[in-house]
């Protein structure tokens, strides 16, 4: 393999770490870890003693200057982060300056499928792509390529519309979220369709599911998708706030549990990460009335986060 093809002009084409190591945006610490592993393992020169000495070559070439440093983006939760804001102002100017086109075929079927088949496609259209990614120089270049714009077409489903999006400060506001018909907020389904509902439940479930992974990031990304959908749901404006403390954001934790409290006074998990949050709001009740929470410790609040944030359901 000619080393010109490690110019800086053939480098500048694979930017996305998530599809160099041949991974879903999703991917949590031990996902990112463990395909590190494996696809160090297969770039490592005991691993190609009897393969084409191109193959060899491009190895040698490919895991620092491309694999490793791919690593190192993904492995802290801060430059994952950037990562992901990288990748997702790139899908919204891609969006805003032209419809977005891709040209591979699993991509295509991405942009197309129905939403509760988003994720279960993606996760299967990558795992299939890096399967086979290191297997020749052809297939690093064709499957990285594939999964990075893979990668754009699944966030562009997860962002919605970028006309739509949230506001640079990341806060969501219920008066710009228009993806849905406004309804009053003392009945909030009402004029809604069941079917964005289903939409807004299940990320809310998903959330779920990536907090008890610790998969925090991806809890945020689910439940503002499901706050466009309902804004005017209490529990989660409470998740949203619970999973914002766990990244250390404390002053939007307070914003999503003071909305939480706007939409439901007696919401008890709002209630008690406002009290332990010292939140100051003229409609949240409860705060001097020994109501849910009030006699919890500050030593207990680090335990609670994890331990206790499905313990008790919060109530719309």
């Not at 770039?43 to 895991?63: C, G, S």
């Not at 779920?208 to 404006?237: C, F, T």
């Amino acid at each position: 393999m000619s080393h010109a093809a490690f110019s800086p002009e053939w480098l500048k084409r694979f930017t996305d770490p998530y599809a160099l190591l041949g991974l879903s945006v999703a991917a949590d610490e031990r996902r990112i870890l463990k395909r590190y592993r494996t696809v160090a393992k297969q770039l490592h020169p005991d691993a190609l003693m009897h393969v084409a000495p191109e193959l060899r070559q491009f190895a040698t070439q490919v895991l620092p200057k491309l694999v490793n440093p791919a690593y190192q983006r993904l492995k802290q939760d801060k430059s994952r982060n950037e990562v992901l804001a990288m990748l997702r102002f790139k899908v919204r100017r891609l969006s805003r300056d032209q419809p977005l086109n891709p040209t591979g075929e699993q991509s295509k079927q991405l942009l197309k499928v129905p939403e509760p088949e988003v994720d279960v496609f993606y996760e299967q259209a990558v795992d299939r792509l890096c399967d086979r990614q290191y297997e020749s120089v052809a297939n690093f270049e064709s499957c990285t390529q594939q999964l990075s714009e893979l990668n754009l077409v699944y966030l562009r489903r997860k962002m919605g519309a970028p006309v739509i999006r949230e506001k640079r400060t990341g806060l969501i506001a219920t008066s710009s979220v228009p993806t849905a018909p406004a309804s009053p907020s003392d009945a909030p389904s009402d004029g809604k369709s069941a079917s964005g509902l289903m939409y807004a439940e299940r990320h809310y479930s998903r959330a779920q599911e990536y907090l008890k992974g610790k998969n925090v990031q991806a809890a945020i990304q689910e439940l503002k998708d499901a706050l466009k959908i309902d804004p005017q749901n209490s529990s989660y404006h409470c998740l949203i706030g619970q999973a914002y403390l766990l990244s250390k954001l404390t002053g939007m934790a307070k914003v999503h549990f003071k909305q939480a409290l706007r939409l439901n006074p007696k919401n008890a998990v709002a209630l008690k990460y406002a009290q332990q949050l010292k939140v100051t709001m003229a409609d949240a009740p409860g705060r001097n009335s020994g109501g849910a929470g009030s006699a919890a410790k500050p030593t207990a609040e680090k335990r609670s986060l994890f331990g206790g944030l499905f313990s008790k359901g919060s109530t719309r």
